[in-house]
C-alpha cells in the first residue's frame, strides 16, 4: 500500500530559524513521484517542487532546499531563515499507480508557525 | 493565481439536497482531479477526468458523480448530502499526461456547508 507519514503536525519557530519538515513515504512500486505543496492562510495550495524516484539529487531553491534518501525513504523539506510568509501548512504527496489508477496520496500535512 | 476557477467558493445547504461543484482547469490542461479536504480526513483524492473520461478513482461515495465536458470543464455532483460532507473542495488540473505524475494545480476551492 502506499501512505505518506508527516510526524510533526505543528512546528513553531522564531523568524530566522532554519525549520525541516519531515516526509516519510511506503510504496511498491519502482517508478513514483513525491512532491510537496504549501497551503497558506488563503487556503489555495501551491506547487513547490516534485521529484522522481530515479533522481535522488537533492535541490535548492532560494531559502528552500529537499533532501530525497531513497534509503530512508524520506524526502524531507527544509526553510533556511525562516519568515513569517512561510506560515503554512505543508504537504508531502506521492504519486504513483494504485488500484483504481494513478493517484495522488497526500499526507496529513505540518503546520508550520513562524513567529515575528 | 494557478489559473484554475472554481464556483461557487461557499455553499451552505441542508441535509438531503444536492450540489453541483464547477471547475475550469487551467488552458491547456486536459486532467482535472478533485479533492475533498476535511478536518478529520485531511486531502482525499476523490476522482481524475482526463479529456472528458474518467481515469483514476479515490474514494468516492456512490452518492458524488463528477463529468468532464467537451470544453474541459469539470462538474463535481453531490447528492443527499449529509453533514458529514461538510469540507472544502478542491479542484485541480494538470497537463497533457493523463497520470498524476505532473505537478497539479489548484483552485482556490469551494467550502460546502451542510446544515
Known amino acids: 500500500a502506499q501512505k505518506v507519514t508527516q510526524a510533526q503536525t505543528e512546528i513553531s519557530v522564531v523568524e530566522k530559524e532554519d525549520v525541516t519538515l519531515d516526509c516519510v513515504y511506503e510504496?511498491?512500486?519502482?517508478?513514483?513521484?513525491l512532491f510537496w505543496y504549501k497551503q497558506p492562510p488563503s487556503g489555495e495550495l501551491v506547487f513547490l517542487i516534485r521529484?522522481?524516484?530515479?533522481?535522488?539529487q537533492n535541490e535548492i531553491s532560494g531559502r528552500y532546499s529537499w533532501n530525497f534518501q531513497k534509503s530512508t525513504s524520506s524526502f524531507n523539506f527544509t526553510i533556511t531563515a525562516s519568515q513569517v510568509v512561510d506560515s503554512a501548512v505543508y504537504f508531502c504527496?506521492?504519486?504513483?499507480?494504485?488500484?483504481?489508477?494513478?493517484?495522488?496520496?497526500f499526507g496529513a500535512g505540518t503546520r508550520l508557525f513562524v513567529k515575528a | 493565481d494557478s489559473g484554475v476557477t472554481q464556483t461557487p467558493k461557499h455553499l451552505i445547504t441542508a441535509t438531503g439536497q444536492r450540489v453541483t461543484l464547477r471547475c475550469s482547469p487551467r488552458?491547456?490542461?486536459?486532467?482535472v482531479y478533485w479533492y475533498q479536504q476535511s478536518l478529520d480526513q485531511g486531502l482525499q483524492f476523490l476522482i481524475q477526468?482526463?479529456?472528458?473520461?474518467?481515469?483514476a478513482k479515490g474514494n468516492i461515495l456512490e452518492r458524488f458523480s463528477a463529468q468532464q465536458f467537451p470544453d474541459l470543464h469539470s462538474e463535481l455532483n453531490l447528492s443527499s448530502l449529509e453533514l458529514g460532507d461538510s469540507a472544502l473542495y478542491f479542484c485541480?488540473?494538470?497537463?497533457?499526461?493523463?497520470?498524476?505524475?505532473?505537478?497539479?494545480?489548484f483552485g482556490p476551492g469551494t467550502r460546502l456547508t451542510v446544515l
Open positions: 485541480a488540473s494538470s497537463g497533457t499526461s493523463d497520470t498524476s505524475y505532473n505537478e497539479q494545480f
Open positions: 510504496t511498491r512500486d519502482t517508478t513514483y513521484y
Open positions: 521529484r522522481n524516484s530515479f533522481d535522488e
Open positions: 504527496a506521492l504519486s504513483g499507480a494504485l488500484p483504481g489508477g494513478f493517484k495522488t496520496i
Open positions: 488552458s491547456g490542461d486536459l486532467s
Open positions: 477526468y482526463y479529456n472528458g473520461e474518467e481515469r
